[in-house]
């Protein structure tokens, strides 16, 4: 701990976290002891309540999708928790406040150290399990949606992968800004959680051609689409362009490769775009967090907004945890419960 620090509570020397082994396709999971983070300038410590489980840790396990340079390698970009350390006097208001955070890494921990501008007050009647399904998946759909996207009162959306962890968010944000929601998804169940999320329009890819659904439903087009699945969807999306229409790629789960005719995009004056949330600057994502609690902090408190929770398995399940998303099982978000954990206990291998 730097000396810089004011500690709040006689905390421990050392912490227990999950580090990968062998990064790759065959990686695994297990606990191990480091030293509690030193705390930089404008940092405070989180003793971690519980952390949120995101398709990228699967990626990052991978070895495809690695922590910043000088951030912890620890998998877990979002948690929520007990602020017990400030690096400054200026932070000391946070000192036992119980916060959300978005996280560079290190999550998946007894303690993170994060700027405290990005660290947001748990809303008030939430548990600290839904405060840790918030902060990744809502600031990449805030970003999405409003930052990149413009996305205005009254314009027509389509959510890729809209039962995901960021589609759940994108629904609730998208619906409370005014505009109409359509989403394609793997099955049924899925599609029922998002029109229940709010969305007029659930296409369950499976069974029907979303294209030619939406240009029967929505023969104007669609003003912004959000695609985490790329590949041949680029192409797809190719077809439902309003004028103006933006396309946003945040991920690539169908490939990273396509062909593309480039004449649509033409006609339709439209902008394809791709974005990343983890490589953004420090104050980038102070802005953002400041720009989600400006415009929902409200909506969070009065439970209009709440992240959509499939399942919270105790820190020893984080391999099958891992192993539900990886196969697409999930409805929203699965949360990793970290404090209150049997320190003595081990990892579990897989789902039994
Ligand atoms: N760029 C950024 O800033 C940023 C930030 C956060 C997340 N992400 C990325 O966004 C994606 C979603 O993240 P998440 O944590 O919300 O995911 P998640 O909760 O694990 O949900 C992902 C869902 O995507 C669907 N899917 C998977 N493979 C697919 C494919 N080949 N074609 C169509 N649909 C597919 C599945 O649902 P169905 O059964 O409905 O197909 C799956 O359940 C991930 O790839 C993640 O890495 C990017």
Known sequence: MAEAALIRTGLPAQMRCIEVLE????????????????????????QVA??????????????????????SPTLGLEVSGVVVAAAEPELAGWLGKEVMALVPGGGYAEYVRVP??????????????????????????????????QLQPGQRVLLHAGASGVGTAAIQLAKA?????????????????????????????????????????????VDLILDPVAGDYI??????????AKVVIYAMMAGRQAELDFAPWFRKRAQLIWSTLRNRSHDYKAGLVQALLADFAA??????????????????????????????????????????????????????
């Open 235 to 244: 192409a797809k999306n190719a077809a439902l362009l309003a004028m103006d």
């Open 23 to 46: 990064p790759g396709k065959h990686s695994r999971l297990q606990f191990s002891r480091q030293p509690l983070p030193e705390l930089a300038c404008g940092q405070v410590l989180i």
């Open 50 to 71: 519980a952390a949120g489980v995101n398709r990228a840790d699967l990626m990052q396990r991978r070895g495809l999708y690695p922590a910043m340079p000088d951030e």
């Open 116 to 149: 405290a501008a990005h660290v947001m007050p748990v809303p008030q009647g939430w548990d600290l399990i839904q405060a840790a399904a918030t902060p990744e998946v809502f600031l990449t759909a805030y970003q999405l949606l409003f930052s990149i996207g």
């Open 299 to 352: 909506s969070f408190a009065a439970g209009n907004i709440r992240p959509k929770l499939d399942r919270v398995l105790c820190w020893t399940q984080a391999e099958p945890a891992h192993q539900l998303l990886a196969t697409n099982q999930t409805i929203g978000k699965v949360v990793l419960q970290i404090a209150g954990a049997d320190p003595a206990a081990t990892l579990d291998s897989g789902i039994s």
């Open 177 to 221: 800004r005014g505009a109409e929601v359509a989403v394609t998804v793997g099955s049924d169940e899925k599609a029922q959680c998002c029109l229940a999320l709010g969305a007029e329009l659930a296409i369950n890819y499976r069974q029907q051609d979303f294209v030619e659904v939406l240009r029967q439903q929505w023969p104007a087009g």
